[in-house]
Protein backbone atom coordinates (compact mmCIF):
# COMPACT_ATOMS: atom_id res chain seq x y z
CA UNK A 1 0.00 0.00 0.00
CA UNK A 2 1.31 3.18 -1.24
CA UNK A 3 1.59 6.42 2.07
CA UNK A 4 -1.30 8.44 0.32
CA UNK A 5 -3.60 5.09 0.45
CA UNK A 6 -2.52 4.34 3.91
CA UNK A 7 -3.12 7.92 5.74
CA UNK A 8 -6.59 7.72 3.78
CA UNK A 9 -7.47 4.56 5.57
CA UNK A 10 -6.16 6.23 8.53
CA UNK A 11 -8.09 8.75 8.37
CA UNK A 12 -11.56 7.90 9.68
CA UNK A 13 -9.42 7.49 13.50
CA UNK A 14 -10.44 9.64 16.17
CA UNK A 15 -7.42 11.03 16.32
CA UNK A 16 -7.69 13.22 12.54
CA UNK A 17 -10.42 14.27 13.57
CA UNK A 18 -9.49 17.22 15.31
CA UNK A 19 -6.10 18.88 15.63
CA UNK A 20 -3.29 16.85 15.41
CA UNK A 21 -0.40 17.12 18.01
CA UNK A 22 2.45 14.85 16.36
CA UNK A 23 4.76 13.07 18.48
CA UNK A 24 7.98 11.33 17.50
CA UNK A 25 7.53 7.69 17.09
CA UNK A 26 10.63 5.24 16.69
CA UNK A 27 11.57 1.79 16.08
CA UNK A 28 14.12 -0.29 17.42
CA UNK A 29 14.88 -3.62 15.07
CA UNK A 30 17.52 -5.84 13.98
CA UNK A 31 17.41 -7.68 10.79
CA UNK A 32 16.54 -10.68 12.73
CA UNK A 33 13.28 -8.83 13.84
CA UNK A 34 10.17 -10.27 12.66
CA UNK A 35 7.28 -8.38 10.71
CA UNK A 36 9.70 -5.03 9.90
CA UNK A 37 7.82 -4.44 6.94
CA UNK A 38 4.85 -3.65 8.53
CA UNK A 39 6.67 -2.00 11.08
CA UNK A 40 8.53 0.74 9.18
CA UNK A 41 4.69 2.12 8.27
CA UNK A 42 4.93 3.34 11.86
CA UNK A 43 6.70 6.61 10.11
CA UNK A 44 3.18 6.62 7.94
CA UNK A 45 0.57 6.76 10.70
CA UNK A 46 -1.52 10.21 11.07
CA UNK A 47 -0.18 11.90 14.19
CA UNK A 48 4.00 10.75 13.75
CA UNK A 49 5.94 13.99 13.39
CA UNK A 50 9.23 12.64 13.46
CA UNK A 51 10.88 9.32 13.27
CA UNK A 52 13.96 7.64 14.17
CA UNK A 53 14.84 3.57 13.02
CA UNK A 54 17.28 2.19 15.32
CA UNK A 55 19.38 -0.42 14.76
CA UNK A 56 22.79 -1.33 16.08
CA UNK A 57 23.68 -3.45 12.95
CA UNK A 58 22.48 -0.41 10.45
CA UNK A 59 21.50 -3.00 7.83
CA UNK A 60 17.54 -1.75 8.04
CA UNK A 61 17.88 1.81 7.71
CA UNK A 62 18.21 1.79 3.20
CA UNK A 63 14.52 -1.06 3.77
CA UNK A 64 13.22 1.69 5.90
CA UNK A 65 14.02 4.46 3.90
CA UNK A 66 12.47 3.08 0.62
CA UNK A 67 9.09 2.01 2.96
CA UNK A 68 8.88 5.41 3.73
CA UNK A 69 9.78 7.09 0.36
CA UNK A 70 10.59 10.95 0.69
CA UNK A 71 9.74 10.80 4.64
CA UNK A 72 12.93 11.94 6.60
CA UNK A 73 14.33 9.63 8.84
CA UNK A 74 17.05 9.86 11.84
CA UNK A 75 18.80 6.77 11.89
CA UNK A 76 20.57 5.54 15.23
CA UNK A 77 22.93 2.78 15.81
CA UNK A 78 22.87 3.51 19.65
CA UNK A 79 19.21 3.16 21.50
CA UNK A 80 20.17 4.95 24.75
CA UNK A 81 21.54 7.49 22.00
CA UNK A 82 18.54 7.70 20.54
CA UNK A 83 16.50 7.98 23.22
CA UNK A 84 18.06 10.77 25.02
CA UNK A 85 18.42 12.70 21.95
CA UNK A 86 15.23 11.63 20.01
CA UNK A 87 13.10 11.20 22.90
CA UNK A 88 10.27 9.15 21.45
CA UNK A 89 6.97 9.09 22.87
CA UNK A 90 6.32 5.56 21.41
CA UNK A 91 8.57 2.63 20.78
CA UNK A 92 7.79 -0.37 18.25
CA UNK A 93 10.82 -3.01 18.87
CA UNK A 94 11.29 -6.28 17.12
CA UNK A 95 14.39 -8.13 16.98
CA UNK A 96 15.63 -11.82 18.16
CA UNK A 97 13.65 -12.54 21.54
CA UNK A 98 17.00 -12.79 23.61
CA UNK A 99 17.80 -9.24 23.05
CA UNK A 100 14.58 -8.01 23.72
CA UNK A 101 14.49 -7.07 27.21
CA UNK A 102 17.75 -5.38 27.25
CA UNK A 103 15.69 -3.04 24.52
CA UNK A 104 12.45 -2.81 26.43
CA UNK A 105 14.07 -1.96 29.51
CA UNK A 106 16.30 1.10 27.17
CA UNK A 107 13.11 2.19 25.85
CA UNK A 108 10.63 2.05 29.20
CA UNK A 109 13.64 3.56 31.32
CA UNK A 110 13.56 6.68 29.35
CA UNK A 111 9.74 7.29 29.06
CA UNK A 112 8.18 5.57 26.29
CA UNK A 113 4.82 3.84 25.59
CA UNK A 114 6.50 0.03 23.44
CA UNK A 115 4.56 -1.67 21.17
CA UNK A 116 6.58 -5.03 21.01
CA UNK A 117 6.95 -8.10 18.60
CA UNK A 118 6.06 -11.21 20.29
CA UNK A 119 7.18 -13.09 22.41
CA UNK A 120 9.14 -10.00 23.94
CA UNK A 121 11.19 -12.68 26.42
CA UNK A 122 12.61 -16.19 26.36
CA UNK A 123 11.38 -16.21 30.40
CA UNK A 124 8.30 -15.42 31.46
CA UNK A 125 10.23 -13.95 34.72
CA UNK A 126 12.08 -11.31 32.06
CA UNK A 127 8.63 -10.10 30.83
CA UNK A 128 7.16 -9.84 34.81
CA UNK A 129 9.98 -7.64 35.58
CA UNK A 130 9.72 -5.40 32.40
CA UNK A 131 5.85 -5.20 33.43
CA UNK A 132 6.78 -3.98 36.92
CA UNK A 133 8.51 -1.66 35.50
CA UNK A 134 6.13 -0.31 32.94
CA UNK A 135 4.12 0.55 35.92
CA UNK A 136 6.36 2.14 37.75
CA UNK A 137 7.07 4.26 34.81
CA UNK A 138 3.18 5.10 34.25
CA UNK A 139 4.18 3.40 30.56
CA UNK A 140 2.51 1.02 28.36
CA UNK A 141 4.12 -2.39 27.40
CA UNK A 142 2.19 -3.48 24.83
CA UNK A 143 2.58 -6.61 22.99
CA UNK A 144 1.78 -6.37 19.76
CA UNK A 145 -1.73 -8.48 19.12
CA UNK A 146 -3.44 -6.93 16.02
CA UNK A 147 -5.79 -9.34 16.05
CA UNK A 148 -8.43 -7.53 18.57
CA UNK A 149 -8.39 -4.45 16.31
CA UNK A 150 -10.03 -7.02 13.33
CA UNK A 151 -13.51 -5.19 12.90
CA UNK A 152 -15.05 -8.64 12.87
CA UNK A 153 -13.71 -9.05 16.44
CA UNK A 154 -14.91 -5.71 17.70
CA UNK A 155 -17.84 -6.85 16.98
CA UNK A 156 -18.36 -10.03 18.05
CA UNK A 157 -17.31 -8.03 21.56
CA UNK A 158 -20.11 -6.19 21.27
CA UNK A 159 -22.23 -9.37 20.53
CA UNK A 160 -21.39 -10.95 23.69
CA UNK A 161 -21.61 -7.39 25.66
CA UNK A 162 -24.81 -7.00 24.75
CA UNK A 163 -26.08 -10.46 25.84
CA UNK A 164 -26.74 -12.15 22.70
CA UNK A 165 -25.15 -15.11 22.89
CA UNK A 166 -25.47 -15.41 26.75
CA UNK A 167 -23.32 -17.11 29.46
CA UNK A 168 -20.40 -18.54 27.31
CA UNK A 169 -19.99 -22.02 27.52
CA UNK A 170 -17.19 -23.23 25.46
CA UNK A 171 -14.47 -22.02 22.80
CA UNK A 172 -12.79 -24.38 19.54
CA UNK A 173 -9.75 -21.78 18.24
CA UNK A 174 -7.30 -22.88 15.84
CA UNK A 175 -4.22 -21.12 14.25
CA UNK A 176 -2.89 -22.81 11.69
CA UNK A 177 -0.01 -21.64 9.09
CA UNK A 178 2.18 -23.59 6.36
CA UNK A 179 4.19 -26.16 6.94
CA UNK A 180 6.73 -25.80 3.83
CA UNK A 181 8.15 -22.99 6.04
CA UNK A 182 9.75 -25.50 8.18
CA UNK A 183 11.40 -27.63 5.73
CA UNK A 184 13.76 -24.60 4.54
CA UNK A 185 16.95 -25.05 6.04
CA UNK A 186 17.78 -21.34 6.69
CA UNK A 187 14.58 -21.67 8.67
CA UNK A 188 16.55 -24.03 11.05
CA UNK A 189 19.20 -21.33 12.14
CA UNK A 190 17.07 -18.56 12.49
CA UNK A 191 15.62 -17.90 16.40
CA UNK A 192 11.98 -19.05 14.98
CA UNK A 193 13.53 -22.73 15.51
CA UNK A 194 15.19 -22.37 18.97
CA UNK A 195 13.54 -22.24 21.99
CA UNK A 196 16.82 -21.13 23.66
CA UNK A 197 16.46 -18.09 21.75
CA UNK A 198 12.80 -18.06 20.82
CA UNK A 199 11.42 -18.66 23.69
CA UNK A 200 8.95 -21.54 22.08
CA UNK A 201 7.40 -22.39 18.80
CA UNK A 202 4.39 -22.13 16.57
CA UNK A 203 2.45 -21.90 20.29
CA UNK A 204 4.15 -18.01 21.66
CA UNK A 205 4.58 -17.35 17.93
CA UNK A 206 0.98 -17.75 16.51
CA UNK A 207 -1.00 -19.00 18.76
CA UNK A 208 -1.15 -16.62 21.52
CA UNK A 209 -2.89 -14.59 19.27
CA UNK A 210 -6.21 -16.15 19.74
CA UNK A 211 -5.19 -17.16 23.59
CA UNK A 212 -5.70 -13.31 24.01
CA UNK A 213 -8.31 -12.45 21.54
CA UNK A 214 -10.34 -14.93 23.68
CA UNK A 215 -9.84 -13.50 26.70
CA UNK A 216 -10.49 -9.91 25.04
CA UNK A 217 -13.65 -11.10 23.74
CA UNK A 218 -15.07 -12.51 26.55
CA UNK A 219 -13.73 -10.56 29.38
CA UNK A 220 -13.13 -13.65 31.26
CA UNK A 221 -9.44 -14.77 32.27
CA UNK A 222 -7.88 -18.34 31.96
CA UNK A 223 -7.55 -20.30 34.99
CA UNK A 224 -6.09 -23.19 33.86
CA UNK A 225 -4.60 -25.02 31.17
CA UNK A 226 -3.33 -27.96 29.61
CA UNK A 227 -0.78 -28.55 26.89
CA UNK A 228 0.38 -31.04 24.57
CA UNK A 229 3.20 -29.58 22.22
CA UNK A 230 5.06 -31.44 19.85
CA UNK A 231 7.24 -31.63 16.65
CA UNK A 232 4.74 -33.71 14.49
CA UNK A 233 6.55 -32.97 10.93
CA UNK A 234 9.70 -34.05 12.15
CA UNK A 235 11.78 -31.47 10.86
CA UNK A 236 15.51 -30.56 12.70
CA UNK A 237 13.84 -28.03 14.72
CA UNK A 238 14.02 -27.00 18.96
CA UNK A 239 10.38 -26.33 19.33
CA UNK A 240 7.10 -27.56 18.82
CA UNK A 241 5.46 -26.88 15.19
CA UNK A 242 1.58 -28.16 16.74
CA UNK A 243 0.51 -27.47 20.04
CA UNK A 244 -3.47 -28.13 21.63
CA UNK A 245 -3.95 -26.30 24.69
CA UNK A 246 -7.56 -26.57 26.40
CA UNK A 247 -8.46 -24.69 29.17
CA UNK A 248 -10.85 -23.88 31.91
CA UNK A 249 -11.89 -19.88 32.40
CA UNK A 250 -12.69 -18.11 35.81
CA UNK A 251 -16.05 -18.25 34.70
CA UNK A 252 -16.74 -21.56 33.99
CA UNK A 253 -16.47 -21.78 30.45
CA UNK A 254 -13.90 -24.38 28.79
CA UNK A 255 -11.94 -23.98 25.52
CA UNK A 256 -9.46 -25.96 23.06
CA UNK A 257 -6.72 -24.07 20.78
CA UNK A 258 -5.21 -26.28 18.10
CA UNK A 259 -2.02 -24.63 16.63
CA UNK A 260 0.27 -25.93 13.94
CA UNK A 261 2.23 -25.88 10.78
CA UNK A 262 0.17 -28.40 9.02
CA UNK A 263 -0.99 -26.90 5.58
CA UNK A 264 1.13 -27.22 2.56
CA UNK A 265 0.40 -22.81 1.99
CA UNK A 266 -1.59 -20.21 3.51
CA UNK A 267 -3.61 -19.97 6.85
CA UNK A 268 -6.29 -21.31 8.43
CA UNK A 269 -8.20 -19.55 11.50
CA UNK A 270 -11.42 -19.92 13.60
CA UNK A 271 -13.01 -18.85 16.51
CA UNK A 272 -16.29 -20.49 17.57
CA UNK A 273 -17.77 -19.28 20.49
CA UNK A 274 -21.43 -21.35 21.99
CA UNK A 275 -23.24 -19.59 24.63
CA UNK A 276 -26.53 -20.35 26.65
CA UNK A 277 -28.52 -18.13 24.15
CA UNK A 278 -26.66 -18.16 21.02
CA UNK A 279 -23.18 -18.25 19.08
CA UNK A 280 -21.07 -17.24 17.22
CA UNK A 281 -17.70 -17.94 14.38
CA UNK A 282 -15.09 -15.63 13.63
CA UNK A 283 -13.49 -16.66 10.32
CA UNK A 284 -11.19 -13.56 9.63
CA UNK A 285 -10.12 -14.83 5.92
CA UNK A 286 -13.52 -16.17 4.54
CA UNK A 287 -16.21 -13.97 3.38
CA UNK A 288 -18.47 -14.11 5.46
CA UNK A 289 -16.01 -13.08 8.43
CA UNK A 290 -18.62 -13.02 11.08
CA UNK A 291 -21.88 -15.03 11.61
CA UNK A 292 -23.39 -15.26 14.52
CA UNK A 293 -26.90 -16.50 15.80
CA UNK A 294 -29.05 -15.33 19.18
CA UNK A 295 -32.25 -16.65 20.64
CA UNK A 296 -32.42 -13.30 22.71
CA UNK A 297 -35.31 -11.05 22.39
CA UNK A 298 -33.43 -8.11 21.61
CA UNK A 299 -30.94 -9.57 19.12
CA UNK A 300 -32.24 -10.07 15.35
CA UNK A 301 -33.64 -12.90 14.01
CA UNK A 302 -32.09 -15.30 12.55
CA UNK A 303 -28.61 -16.04 11.48
CA UNK A 304 -26.46 -13.02 11.24
CA UNK A 305 -23.29 -12.49 8.73
CA UNK A 306 -20.49 -9.77 8.55
CA UNK A 307 -18.62 -9.76 5.42
CA UNK A 308 -15.56 -8.51 4.47
CA UNK A 309 -15.46 -6.05 1.15
CA UNK A 310 -11.78 -5.99 1.41
CA UNK A 311 -9.03 -7.56 3.13
CA UNK A 312 -8.51 -5.76 6.40
CA UNK A 313 -4.85 -4.56 7.14
CA UNK A 314 -4.85 -5.53 10.92
CA UNK A 315 -1.08 -3.93 11.81
CA UNK A 316 -1.57 -1.02 9.62
CA UNK A 317 -4.94 -0.31 12.50
CA UNK A 318 -2.64 -1.57 15.19
CA UNK A 319 -0.22 0.58 14.86
CA UNK A 320 -2.56 3.86 14.36
CA UNK A 321 -3.98 2.72 17.72
CA UNK A 322 -0.44 3.16 19.14
CA UNK A 323 0.47 6.27 17.45
CA UNK A 324 -3.27 7.40 19.03
CA UNK A 325 -2.72 6.40 22.29
CA UNK A 326 1.00 8.03 22.60
CA UNK A 327 -0.69 11.38 21.64
CA UNK A 328 -3.82 10.90 24.11
CA UNK A 329 -6.44 10.48 22.14
CA UNK A 330 -7.49 6.81 23.36
CA UNK A 331 -7.11 4.19 25.21
CA UNK A 332 -4.22 1.63 24.80
CA UNK A 333 -5.08 -1.22 22.79
CA UNK A 334 -3.07 -3.30 24.64
CA UNK A 335 -2.16 -3.14 28.05
CA UNK A 336 0.87 -3.89 30.14
CA UNK A 337 -1.78 -6.72 32.06
CA UNK A 338 -3.25 -7.82 28.80
CA UNK A 339 0.43 -8.76 27.36
CA UNK A 340 1.48 -10.11 30.95
CA UNK A 341 -1.46 -12.63 30.62
CA UNK A 342 -1.28 -13.44 27.53
CA UNK A 343 2.04 -15.03 27.86
CA UNK A 344 1.02 -16.01 31.43
CA UNK A 345 -1.35 -18.07 29.65
CA UNK A 346 2.00 -19.72 27.22
CA UNK A 347 4.17 -20.54 29.53
CA UNK A 348 1.53 -22.14 31.46
CA UNK A 349 0.91 -24.23 28.50
CA UNK A 350 4.10 -25.16 28.19
CA UNK A 351 4.96 -26.23 31.70
CA UNK A 352 1.93 -28.10 31.13
CA UNK A 353 3.39 -29.80 28.56
CA UNK A 354 6.61 -30.50 29.97
CA UNK A 355 5.48 -31.45 33.21
CA UNK A 356 2.42 -33.57 31.92
CA UNK A 357 0.17 -31.52 35.14
CA UNK A 358 -2.14 -29.01 34.44
CA UNK A 359 -1.50 -26.03 35.38
CA UNK A 360 -3.00 -22.62 37.12
CA UNK A 361 -2.20 -19.32 35.19
CA UNK A 362 -0.85 -16.58 37.60
Same mark, same amino acid.
Given at each position: ?? /?????????????????????????????????????????????????????????????? #?????? /?????? #???? #???????????????????????????????????????????????????? *?????? /?? *??????? #?????? &?????????????????????????????????????????????????????? &?????????????????????????????????????? =???????????????????????????????????????????????? =????????? &????????????????????????????????????????????????????????????
Amino acid at each position: MQ /RRGFLQGAAGSAFVQGAIVPIRAALMIEPAGDHLGYYYRTGLCAGVGEFAVCDETGETFEAA #RKALGH /RPIRSF #RDPV #RMMTEFRPQLVVVSMEPTRMPAALEVALRHGAHVVVEKPGCIRLEQFEKLAS *LAGTSE /RQ *LMLAMPT #RLHPAV &IRAREIIQAGWIGRPYGVDMLWLADQTRLRNPAYHRTWKASRSRGGGGKLIFHG &IHYLDVIRYLTGDRIANVCGFCRNVGGQPIEVEDAAVV =SMVFAGGMVGTLNTGYYLDQGYAHRVALWGADGWFRFTPKEPDVLTWY =SVAKAAPRG &IQRMQETQPVQVYDLMLQAAVDFAAGRREPFMTTADSLAALRTVFAAYRAADTGQAQIVA
